[in-house]
């Protein structure tokens, strides 16, 4: 892995039509390893593949034809096929439910430590690799993750990963949202068969092994990193490596990628002043004129803009002058807004928006966050317990570290997040008919998907200047 940052928020310029996140967890530990099958990835011939494991296939989406006749015999197939997966989503409702708390305590803990700078994470990719550890850690340690997550059991939080898995993953010709996880262990040392077997049948997913700290198996790594996202985080994961002490990985990617349902025009785009904390800055003001939803909260307002997979939304919340955005995520009033905790009461005016195109980026270490959430004993080797993956008992998490970048423009909306967790050998309202909706100070905004399931949430302090 790459030296330890110090936490830190930037913005810059990009704007490719891609939502990416990662998350990496490197357990540095001893254990026991099972063989399953060899490699069908070139790529990965350097490595031996334990397991890959088979992805859910879906009804393609038809593209334009002159065959009127079959464009609409697949699309009766892909309208049943979503049809019936919004219809299992119902009966998993209440698992996803649960995940509540954790986004709101998480989003308290994470959004407002820095109020002038920009900070944006990943609830997903957070919740992912806080799953994938607890099925490698036991007694209170494991206790601690499962309260975080909401989980009752084992049992009820691979319930519970299947319906965020099921919630999210589409690939369907007109949506990609990809779930993709993996297992990268040491070729010197043995693991428990069952707790990489579940990892496989309840997360997706596929193992390999190979000899730590060899340039072989970090361009592996690498190459399987870019495979699942496409290619959009190459500068990321180019500095991915696994040190020689490091004995197991699991790594986990989501990669999402749609335009707006209706695109800005970059005619319409015009030079105007956002008010950040640190002064005034000249940037790029997205316009479009239409009639839709706008809600009045207490104390913020809010529109939403939709996807061209008919599914996410792209939220974008504007506090009430004299109100932060800090202020609005601690006293719960935007996160209850966000997750439907409470009624929300749409109008239905023209609204004139204008939103600055934004590249916000941050780097966080979350040690202390999991900490302040209950996620204690596994910061200690006294007290961790990772005896699902190893017999050691002098293993701790070393550091915790989540970078998220999202951007905003024309076209879409793009972004990507990594997780990485390591774990080492311890020594120790009013009606309006027409609004005007102008984004030209601090304000909040979410990514999330047809089930409310944040994808990623930040606040911009300052979107790139000029």
Known sequence: MREKKKTFCSYRRKSPVVLVSIALVITVLAGFVTVFKPAKNPLLETVYAISTPEYPTMAQKPQDTEDLEEYQKNYALWKADRELQTQELAHEAGSLNKLIPFFQKSSVSILTQNPEENCVYSPLSLYLSLSMLAEVTGGESREQILNLLGSNDMEDLRIQAEAVWNA???????????????????????????????????????????????????AALRSWLNSQTGNFLQEQAQDVALTSDTVAALVSTVFYQAAWEDEFSKDATEQEVFHSPQGNLLCDFMKQDRSQLYYRGDGFSAVSLELDDGNSLTWLLLPDQETSPEELITNGKALSF?????????????????????????????????????????????????????????????????????????????????????????????????????????????????????????????????
């Open 338 to 466: 966000l997750l439907w905790e409470e009624e929300r009461k749409p109008q239905s005016v023209f609204v004139h928006l204008s939103v600055p195109k934004f590249d916000v980026s941050c780097e966080l270490s979350l040690e202390e966050h999991l900490q302040n959430m209950g996620v204690v004993n596994l910061f200690s080797p006294e007290l961790s317990n990772f005896s699902p993956l190893t017999d050691r008992s002098d293993l701790y998490i070393n550091s915790v570290e989540q970078a998220t970048r999202v951007t905003v423009d024309e076209k879409g909306c793009t972004g990507a997040s990594y997780t990485a967790i390591q774990v080492s050998e311890g020594a120790d309202a009013f009606a309006e008919k027409d609004v005007t909706f102008t984004l030209d100070r601090p304000f909040l905004f979410a990514v999330t998907t047809s089930e409310n399931l944040p994808l990623f949430v930040g606040v911009v302090n300052q979107p790139a200047e000029q």
């Open 168 to 218: 999210n993953y589409c690939d369907d010709g007109a949506t990609k949202l990809l779930l993709a996880n993996s297992v990268w262990l040491n070729e010197e040392y043995s693991f428990v068969p069952s707790t990489l077997q579940t990892l496989a049948k309840a997360y997706y997913a596929s193992s390999f092994r190979g000899q730590m700290g060899s340039e072989e198996l970090d």
